[in-house]
T-cell receptor, first 114, second 114 residues
Framework: SQTIHQWPATLVQPVGSPLSLECTVE??????LYWYRQAAGRGLQLLFY??????ISSEVPQNLSASRPQDRQFILSSKKLLLSDSGFYLC?????????????FGNGTRLTVT | AQTVTQSQPEMSVQEAETVTLSCTYD???????LFWYKQPPSRQMILVIR??????QNATENRFSVNFQKAAKSFSLKISDSQLGDTAMYFC???????????FGTGTRLQVFP
C-alpha cells in the first residue's frame, strides 16, 4: 500500500533562518507531488506541484522554493523565512492528472516563524 | 479563473440529524472532478467523496452523499445520521480534467453536538 511521510510535524524557526521540509512517498512510482499551505482560518493554497524529477511548477510567487531530487521525494525550502511564512504545510501525492486519482495527504507540518 | 466557494464558515448539527454543506464553483471546463475532503482536529486531510462531472448520478459513500447540479455549478454534501466523529473542517475542491491542480474552497467548520 502507498504511504506518505512528512516531517517534521512541528517547527519553530526565527525570522531570517532557512527552512527545509521533506516529504516522501512509498509504494508508488512517478507520483504527482504537491505542497499546499493552509493559513489559519483559510483554505488550502497550492504552492508547488511536480509531475516528475526536476519538474517543478510554482503557483504563487513567494519566499519559498521546491525541489524533487528523487522520484518520490519532495522538498520545500526557504533561504530566509518571513513571519508571513507561518502556517500549516501539507504535502500530497496523486497518480495521474485530471482528478482521476484523488490527492492523498501527509499529516502536515505546523511552521511558526517567530 | 476557476474558483470554489463555500459560503458557510461554520455549521452545527445534533447527533443523528442530517446536515447539508454548500459548495459552488466556477469553471469554463466541461469535464472535471469534484471532491469533498474532511480535516478533523488531527489535521489529516481525508477524502470523503468524489464526483465526476460527466456522470449525472450523484455519488454516495455510506452516510455521505452529494447533490451535484452541473448547470448551477453546485456541489453540496449531505451527511446523514451525523456522528460526533464527523466534527471537522470540510473542504470542497475542483479538479479540471487533464490538469494537475486541485482548487480548494475556504472550508466549512462542522460541529456535531451530542
Amino acid at each position: 500500500s502507498q504511504t506518505i511521510h512528512q516531517w517534521p510535524a512541528t517547527l519553530v524557526q526565527p525570522v531570517g533562518s532557512p527552512l527545509s521540509l521533506e516529504c516522501t512517498v512509498e509504494g508508488t512510482s512517478n507520483p504527482n507531488l504537491y505542497w499546499y499551505r493552509q493559513a489559519a482560518g483559510r483554505g488550502l493554497q497550492l504552492l508547488f506541484y511536480s509531475v516528475g524529477i526536476g519538474q517543478i511548477s510554482s503557483e504563487v510567487p513567494q519566499n519559498l522554493s521546491a525541489s524533487r531530487p528523487q522520484d518520490r521525494q519532495f522538498i520545500l525550502s526557504s533561504k530566509k523565512l518571513l513571519l508571513s511564512d507561518s502556517g500549516f504545510y501539507l504535502c500530497a501525492w496523486s497518480v495521474g492528472a485530471g482528478g482521476n486519482s484523488p490527492l492523498h495527504f501527509g499529516n502536515g507540518t505546523r511552521l511558526t516563524v517567530t | 479563473a476557476q474558483t470554489v466557494t463555500q459560503s458557510q464558515p461554520e455549521m452545527s448539527v445534533q447527533e443523528a440529524e442530517t446536515v447539508t454543506l454548500s459548495c459552488t464553483y466556477d469553471t469554463s471546463e466541461n469535464n472535471y472532478y469534484l471532491f469533498w475532503y474532511k480535516q478533523p482536529p488531527s489535521r489529516q486531510m481525508i477524502l470523503v467523496i468524489r464526483q465526476e462531472a460527466y456522470k449525472q448520478q450523484n455519488a454516495t459513500e455510506n452516510r455521505f452523499s452529494v447533490n451535484f447540479q452541473k448547470a448551477a455549478k453546485s456541489f453540496s454534501l449531505k451527511i446523514s445520521d451525523s456522528q460526533l466523529g464527523d466534527t471537522a473542517m470540510y473542504f470542497c475542491a475542483l479538479n479540471p480534467y487533464n490538469t494537475d491542480k486541485l482548487i480548494f474552497g475556504t472550508g466549512t467548520r462542522l460541529q456535531v453536538f451530542p
